[in-house]
């Protein structure tokens, strides 16, 4: 069983950054790959960025390279750093972990999940 814990979340202005965490109980974090969802209101759960179990392999949905996610497996926490942040990011962002050392960008693959954190990105 492994339990993520999501924090860093919050209200900041379009431009602003943040950096998300999720830390992970259990002995096996470095044996997962990990990923970032997000839901905004009315909206279906959709794709962030993953990244494999070594960190050497990240997918990301945002293609102007806002985003960035990484991992520290010696202290079993991956990292969002959000940069230019506009008001359409806003969303609960949750932290999820596949039993699979290859990321995938779909959320059924995962079989963990956080219980999620805010971000709101005001105009």
């Known amino acids: 069983q492994v339990q993520l814990v999501e924090s860093g979340g919050g209200l900041v202005q379009a431009g602003d950054s943040l950096r998300l965490s999720c830390a992970a109980s259990?002995?096996?974090?470095?044996?997962?790959?990990m990923g970032w969802f997000r839901q905004a209101p009315g909206k279906e759960r959709e794709f962030v960025a993953a990244i494999n179990w070594s960190g050497a392999r990240t997918n990301y949905a945002d293609s102007e390279g806002r985003f960035t996610i990484s991992r520290d497996n010696a202290k079993n926490t991956m990292y969002l750093q959000m940069n230019s942040l506009k008001p359409e990011d806003t969303a609960v962002y949750y932290c999820?972990?596949?039993?699979?050392?290859?990321?995938?960008?779909?959320?059924?693959?995962?079989?963990?999940w956080g219980q999620g954190t805010q971000v709101t990105v005001s105009s």
């Open positions: 999820a972990a596949a039993k699979t050392r290859y990321s995938s960008t779909y959320p059924g693959q995962y079989d963990y």
């Open positions: 259990g002995r096996t974090f470095s044996s997962f790959a």
